[in-house]
């Protein structure tokens, strides 16, 4: 079976959509989308990502299934409660100007000056008794995340079973998700069986990029899934459209038009 994970094309999250550029981006995409040879679509509920993926659903004549807990990963954490957190986002607090408080940060937006030396972080198990979790519902939100995608594989007949799969039904079926960055580096560290905060703060997926894991079921009934493609963005290579730059940070700190 083949998992695939689209990032919505470049977003105005303002209104939550997407850009013109998302909407080129989209549209490459669609172009391309049927060499996938997708049998099911799954969606967040968020506008840019059905934004995104109506184009290609309009190729493939096919229906979606709305889920939830498809949309971005909402974890967060307060600076309101600790000054651990705070140091976490020394630079880059932001205050609310009605209530006079730090607004709530995502946890992908962590500084390197912190988790830098805390590499608990990133630690298999360890990273839930981390004390800046104890400041956010990260654990509460992955948990509940990551349980959806279990019942889902499951009923495509994977049973996860402790860092493998059982394999009560095989199936060679391709199942796309037009989701967003945060949720599919989640979903990535619960089939790589690594800390969450790995790819939420090492990987780049850029804005309708597509990444690919496919079964391996070299022993009968025991599957594993392995990733064969991670942010591929050939189909905006093919009309020479440059990726965003959208989930980055600077290259140098002196390129002020870049994201600190």
């Given at each position: 079976?083949?998992?695939i994970?689209?990032?919505?094309g470049?977003?105005?999250?303002a209104?939550d959509?997407?850009?013109?550029?998302?909407k080129?981006?989209?549209?490459?995409l669609?172009?391309?989308?049927?060499?996938?040879?997708i049998?099911d679509?799954?969606q967040?509920?968020?506008?840019r990502?059905?934004?995104t993926?109506?184009?290609?659903?309009?190729?493939?004549?096919k229906k979606?299934?709305?889920?939830e807990w498809?949309?971005?990963f909402?974890?967060?954490?307060?600076?309101?409660?600790?000054?651990?957190?705070?140091?976490?986002?020394s630079?880059?607090?932001?205050i609310?100007p009605?209530t006079?408080?730090?607004?709530?940060?995502?946890v992908?937006?962590i500084?390197?000056?912190?988790?830098?030396?805390?590499?608990?972080?990133?630690?298999?198990?360890?990273?839930?008794?981390?004390?800046l979790?104890?400041?956010s519902?990260?654990?509460?939100?992955?948990d509940?995340?990551t349980?959806?995608?279990s019942?889902?594989?499951?009923?495509?007949?994977?049973?996860?079973?402790?860092?493998?799969?059982?394999?009560?039904?095989?199936n060679d079926k391709?199942?796309a998700?037009f989701?967003?960055?945060?949720?599919?580096?989640?979903?990535?560290?619960y089939?790589?069986?690594?800390?969450?905060m790995?790819?939420l703060?090492?990987l780049?997926i850029?804005?309708s990029?597509?990444t690919?894991?496919v079964?391996?079921?070299?022993e009968?009934?025991?599957?594993?899934?392995?990733?064969s493609?991670?942010?591929?963005?050939?189909?905006?290579?093919?009309i020479?459209e440059?990726?965003?730059?959208?989930?980055?940070?600077?290259e140098?700190?002196?390129?002020e038009?870049?994201?600190?």
């Open positions: 079976m083949k998992l994970f689209i990032r919505h470049d977003p105005d999250y209104k959509g997407l850009t013109e550029k998302g080129v981006e989209a549209k490459a669609a172009d391309m989308i049927e060499r996938y040879n049998d679509v799954y967040s509920p968020l506008g990502a059905v934004e993926a109506e184009y290609s659903l309009k190729v493939l004549g979606v299934t709305t889920c498809l949309r971005e909402p974890a967060l954490i307060d600076p309101n409660l600790s000054e651990e957190v705070r140091r976490a986002y630079k880059d607090r932001k609310n009605e006079g408080k730090y607004e709530k940060r995502v992908w937006d500084l390197p000056s912190y988790y830098g030396s805390h590499p608990e972080l990133f630690d298999y198990k360890g990273w839930r008794d981390a004390e979790m104890k400041y519902n990260a654990v509460e939100v992955y509940r995340v349980s959806e995608f019942k889902l594989l499951e009923s495509y007949g994977y049973v996860r079973d402790g860092c493998a799969y059982k394999v009560k039904e095989g391709t199942i998700f989701c967003h960055y945060g949720i599919t580096s989640v979903m990535l560290s089939l790589w069986h690594i800390s969450p790995v790819p703060q090492f780049c850029a804005p990029a597509v690919v894991v079964t391996e079921e070299r009968k009934g025991i599957a594993t899934f392995r990733t493609r991670v942010g591929d963005i050939s189909h905006l290579n093919l020479g440059k990726p965003s730059f959208s989930a980055r940070f600077c140098v700190f002196e390129n038009d870049e994201r600190h």
